[in-house]
C-alpha cells in the first residue's frame, strides 16, 4: 500500500475517540498535524466532513478524507504497521475487529455516566448511569481477563495488533471512572507519559 505523504488528523481539544489514533502514530514514529478545532470551526466544516461527525483523517492535504475513529485506526494499521498488525489471519484479524468493537460499545455508557455526574443528567440520573456504566465495564473487563488469562501473552492474541492500543486506551477510561472495576494487573494501563513504549516486545 502507496503511503501518504502527509497526514492531518482533525479533532476537538480532547482525548475521547481520537485519543487511540493519537496513540498509533506515536507507536509508529509517524509525523502528523494534530489539528484541534473548536466547536465554532467545527460548526464551518461540519457540511462537508463524511457523516458530519469527528475525528477525521485528511490524506496529502485533503486529496483524500477518512471518517469514524476504528475505519482510520484499520487503514492506518496497514498503512503504517508491520506484517500482521491487522491480524496474521483472517481468524486473528476478525478477532482484533471484535475486540475494537467492543470497546466501541462503551463510550457511550461512559458518556452518560460523565454526564450524570456533572450534573447533565437529561434523560438519565446518576444512579441509572453509574449501573449502566458498571455493567458495560464489568462485561467488557471480564473478557480481556479471559482472554488475557488464557494464553499468558500481555497481547490480545499474543502477538500486537492495533487491538491493543485501543482496549489500552479503553481500560484507561474505564480506570477513570472506576478504578476498582479492575482486578488484575495485566489490563492496567501504562501511565500517559510512556504510551509509546507500552507495547515494545
Same mark, same amino acid.
Given at each position: ?8 488528523? &482533525? ?27 473548536? #466547536? ?13 461527525? /469527528?475525528?477525521? /483523517?485528511? /490524506? ?25 498488525? &491487522? ?16 470497546? #466501541?460499545? /462503551? ?16 434523560? &438519565? #440520573? ?57 482486578? &488484575? ?17
Amino acid at each position: 500500500m502507496v503511503k501518504p505523504r502527509s497526514f492531518k488528523l &482533525i479533532y476537538f481539544d480532547v482525548q475521547w475517540r481520537c485519543e487511540p489514533i493519537r496513540i498509533l502514530f506515536h507507536y509508529f514514529g509517524q509525523e502528523f498535524e494534530d489539528m484541534r478545532i473548536t #466547536n465554532d470551526e467545527w460548526q464551518q466544516m461540519k457540511p462537508d466532513a463524511p457523516f458530519e461527525q /469527528l475525528p477525521l /483523517l485528511e /490524506l496529502d492535504g485533503g486529496k483524500k478524507t477518512l471518517s469514524e475513529s476504528l475505519s482510520i485506526m484499520r487503514y492506518l494499521s496497514k498503512t503504517l504497521g508491520q506484517d500482521g498488525f &491487522i491480524g496474521k489471519t483472517k481468524t486473528d484479524s476478525a478477532k482484533v475487529d471484535m475486540f475494537a468493537y467492543a470497546c #466501541n460499545d /462503551l463510550y457511550i455508557p461512559i458518556y452518560f455516566y460523565q454526564q450524570a455526574k456533572s450534573g447533565n443528567e437529561g434523560m &438519565i #440520573n446518576i444512579d441509572g448511569a453509574k449501573v449502566q456504566f458498571e455493567l458495560s465495564a464489568t462485561r467488557f473487563l471480564r473478557s480481556i481477563e479471559k482472554q488475557l488469562k488464557s494464553h499468558k501473552q500481555k497481547y490480545l492474541i499474543q502477538y500486537i495488533t492495533w487491538a491493543d492500543i485501543v482496549v489500552m486506551y479503553m481500560v484507561h477510561m474505564i480506570e477513570q471512572e472506576d478504578d476498582a472495576l479492575i482486578s &488484575i494487573p495485566e489490563v492496567r494501563t501504562p501511565s500517559r507519559s510512556s504510551t509509546t513504549n507500552a507495547f515494545e516486545s
